[in-house]
């Protein structure tokens, strides 16, 4: 959903309730491999570690028998089928950390999410999230709205991307505004900060339409990959760039930076963060999509108080139909301070 993401706006899948089955048959390159080694090549999105628990926890068949043994080697033509059980969902406290409130009715709370507040816990961050934050504003009663682990969550940031979100108070609230999620009724608007410009000659506009996935390399990442790749979703972004920053600077003939305004059409993780690096503009402060040769020497000619830690990605505008009032409502967060700070120093590079 930038991944929002963008990251970073997504409408998040239902939950596993059931051990998703995994099947590999052992090619003849591959034979004389350890099973852990092998399988955790054949299925990227799960660690060796993972492998090895799933194979020691007996959840790992050969030919149809229980394999337990971690180190054995594989063989040409056999098959092995991996039952991944779903993670045991924590579920989480009360917490009082403030919001930023918008809107608020019983159906729905609109919060303006500073950068650095993750939307929901996770293995590695179970507490202080934006999730505790409303389970104390809101009560209890929020626990029973939605997936356990993440009440009234219908959509998410990335934990660096700042920005409206709008949480679910009831089940009615989570049903409607899924369902516009999935039919893209809302409309979501992002502001952007990128390094360089586009490497295409597109004017001031442009649509970036690339199929997204999990990077085979790293599962933390994702990736675009070519539209007949079996992985992945289909994931489009409409730019319009505002203002080119520093043009001719050390001696480039192109924009140091530029910023940017994008519109989503779908809503894929990490999106336009991935997108905008496709095209040449990786975000100012990507920390996992912007390690760029351009993107080091921007961030040397920037004075050292505006250097970014997060990428240059605020949520600006979100609009979608009131679940019970049939309203058509929008609201807007301002740019933080950190990027204001940052445009500032753009502007006199």
């Known amino acids: 959903m930038e991944d929002d993401e963008f990251a970073d706006l997504e409408a998040l899948d239902a939950p596993d309730v059931a051990p998703s089955l995994q099947e590999v048959v052992v090619s003849p390159e591959a034979a004389g491999e350890r099973l852990d080694k092998f399988l955790s090549e054949a299925f990227p999105a799960l660690s060796r570690s993972r492998i090895k628990q799933l194979i020691e926890a007996a959840r790992v068949y050969r030919d149809g028998v229980k394999e337990m043994n971690v180190s054995a080697k594989v063989k040409a033509g056999t098959h092995y089928r991996l039952e991944v059980p779903p993670p045991e969902p924590a579920e989480p406290q009360a917490e009082n950390i403030p919001l930023s409130i918008l809107y608020e009715d019983a159906h729905v709370l609109v919060v303006d999410k500073p950068a650095g507040l993750s939307v929901h816990p996770a293995p590695g961050n179970w507490t202080g999230t934006l999730v505790n934050a409303v389970l104390w504003h809101a009560g209890d009663s929020l626990k029973v709205v ?66 997204l996935a999990r990077d085979p390399r790293d599962r933390k990442r994702m990736a675009v990959v070519a539209e007949t790749a079996a992985a992945g979703k289909n994931a489009a972004t409409n730019y319009e760039i505002v203002k080119r920053f520093g043009i001719g600077l050390h001696g480039n003939p192109g924009a140091a930076a530029t910023e940017m305004v994008c519109v989503l059409e779908t809503g894929r993780t990490h999106q336009i963060r991935v997108h905008m690096a496709h095209i040449g503009m990786p975000l100012i402060g990507d ?61 006199d590079l």
């Not at 830690?309 to 949520?315: E, W, Y």
């Open 287 to 347: 920390q996992v999509y912007g390690d760029t040769k351009a993107a080091r020497a921007l961030n040397t000619a920037l004075p050292e108080a505006v250097r970014l830690q997060r990428q240059a990605l605020h949520a600006e505008t979100l609009a979608f139909t009131h679940p019970a009032t049939s309203e058509r409502m929008s609201f807007q967060s301002d740019l933080p301070e950190d990027l204001l700070a940052l445009r500032a120093v753009l502007s």
């Open 146 to 211: 939605g997936a356990t682990g993440r009440p009234g969550i219908v959509h998410r940031l990335d934990m660096d991307t700042s920005g409206v979100m709008v949480v679910c108070k009831s089940e009615f609230a989570l049903a409607s505004l899924g369902r516009q999620f999935q039919d893209r009724t809302i409309s979501r608007r992002y502001r952007a900060f990128g390094v360089g410009q586009p490497k295409s000659p597109w004017g001031k506009a442009g649509r970036v339409e690339a199929r």
